[in-house]
């Protein structure tokens, strides 16, 4: 059974950062893809990034590219989304989560190949 646990979200001004981590217990680097997703109110939830099972390859939204940054620190059971120059429109609960897939290199997109879900944090971004 995994266990993730998001934090790192609040109140912050068009323009600035917040650095999110989502913490994992039970073995999930390595085994499992790890992906951020957002939803806003009123609105589906959407992929943001994603870290293959491997950890080598990397994915964003085009909404995000650029702005945002995924890490990954397999000592500390950790995830990260590093995000900069935000936007009114990032405002969203985010949530991480990880998946089985067969490739080491892929990351899904859609929310079905997930299997764990963390609670979520708030990031609003205010204009």
């Known amino acids: 059974q995994v266990q993730l646990v998001e934090s790192g979200g609040g109140l912050v001004q068009a323009g600035g950062s917040l650095r999110l981590s989502c913490t994992a217990s039970g073995r999930t680097f390595g085994t499992y893809a790890m992906a951020w997703f957002r939803q806003a109110p009123g609105k589906q939830r959407e992929f943001v990034s994603g870290?293959?099972?491997?950890?080598?390859?990397?994915y964003y939204a085009d909404s995000v590219k650029g702005r945002v940054a995924i890490s990954v620190d397999g000592a500390k059971n950790t995830m990260y989304l590093q995000m900069n120059s935000l936007k009114p429109e990032d405002t969203a609960v985010y949530y991480c989560?990880?998946?089985?897939?067969?490739?080491?290199?892929?990351?899904?997109?859609?929310?079905?190949?997930?299997?764990?879900w963390g609670q979520g944090t708030q990031v609003t971004v205010s204009s």
């Open positions: 870290v293959s099972r491997s950890g080598r390859s990397t």
């Open positions: 989560a990880a998946g089985q897939t067969l490739s080491m290199v892929a990351v899904p997109r859609e929310m079905d190949p997930y299997h764990y």
